[in-house]
């Protein structure tokens, strides 16, 4: 049970965002300075990890949420709230670097999946970590395809960590088997759509 909540801590969603920019610029398909790569790495950590996380963590302290768990289904409005803005105020801030259009991209899916998954909150506990992987690997896999075949491993690792996650979920019970596995689905397809729909 330890370890299932540890790598239900370390697949979280939060941390995807850093994840794909590490990704970008260690295949050199985003070729910048040095100083470059490292402020664009340290404004994706800040703005899509560490200051959302510490809302949630004062919103837990201010009792606005119950747990960090966010077993009901209220608590996790707010929070995914928070990660709308701030995934869209990164998607602004980067909007002009051409040579982050893939990870321009990656932001776009990310914004319209935490959309979906607000709404789909109101009726139903959808698991975000699936969901989450669902997009991340979705993203690496049209990367491999559409791209550079030298992410086809990125993927390939995606889709097993993925699996890891899902499983860990299950384990902790925190989902049922079709919250886990249409929030990979859902995930999974909302970004192969939404990438024929940006081709015309």
Not at 27 to 52: A, E, K, Q, W
Not at 91 to 106: A, D
Not at 170 to 189: E, P, R, T, V
Request: charged content about 10%; glycine content about 4%; proline content about 3%.
């Amino acid at each position: 049970m330890k370890t299932a909540k540890i790598i239900s801590i370390l697949g979280h969603p939060i941390f995807h965002p850093t994840w794909m920019m590490i990704i970008l610029l260690l295949s050199g398909l985003t070729r910048f300075t040095p100083g470059n790569d490292f402020t664009f790495l340290t404004i994706t950590l800040s703005m899509t990890c560490i200051v959302p996380a510490l809302i949630i963590v004062m919103m837990k302290k201010w009792h606005v949420i119950d747990s960090f768990e966010m077993e009901d289904r209220d608590d996790r409005l707010g929070p995914l709230f928070i990660m709308i803005l701030f995934l869209y105020a990164t998607l602004r801030f980067f909007s002009k670097v051409q040579l982050l259009s893939v990870f321009n991209f990656y932001l776009t899916t990310a914004i319209v999946v935490t959309v979906l998954a607000f709404f789909i909150t109101f009726f139903w506990k959808i698991s975000l970590h699936t969901l989450g992987w669902g997009c991340f690997s979705a993203c690496l896999f049209i990367m491999a395809t559409a791209y550079m075949r030298m992410y086809l491993p990125c993927f390939i690792g995606s889709i097993i960590i993925s699996g890891i996650v899902a499983s860990a979920r299950l384990k902790l019970k925190s989902h049922s088997n079709a919250q886990i596995f249409s929030g990979f689905a859902m995930g999974f397809l909302t970004v192969i759509i939404t990438y024929f729909v940006s081709l015309f």
